[in-house]
Nanobody
């Protein structure tokens, strides 16, 4: 199992930026793909974006493409979510996840999850 710890959430004004971090520990060789999901109350958790650890290839949900960027630091076992041009609808709890299936966007493909970090975008 991979342990994941997110950080970096907070309150930001619309149009602003925020960077989330997710540090992985444990059986990190199991995680081919690291992803970000988000969830708001009453809604299902949705895919935000992911990065294939070995290649560094990232892919995104259409709702964040062009505004969010995922990167990773191999030495620190850390994945980042840089969020720019934030909108009110980006308000959510953001979760980091690790899985073995490159290219997947489906939650069942990810078997390790962080505790989540709150991002609130204000007007």
């Amino acid at each position: 199992q991979v342990q994941l710890v997110e950080s970096g959430g907070g309150l930001v004004q619309a149009g602003g930026s925020l960077r989330l971090s997710c540090v992985a520990s444990g059986r990190t060789f199991n995680r081919n793909t690291m992803a970000w999901f988000r969830q708001t109350p009453g809604k299902e958790r949705e895919f935000v974006g992911a990065i294939v650890w070995s290649s560094g290839t990232a892919y995104y949900a259409m709702s964040v493409k062009g505004r969010f960027t995922i990167s990773r630091d191999n030495a620190k076992n850390t994945v980042y979510l840089q969020m720019n041009s934030l909108k009110l609808e980006d308000t959510a709890v953001y979760y980091c996840a690790a899985g073995r299936t490159p290219g997947s966007t489906a939650q069942p493909s990810f078997d390790s999850w962080g505790q989540g970090t709150q991002v609130t975008v204000s007007s």
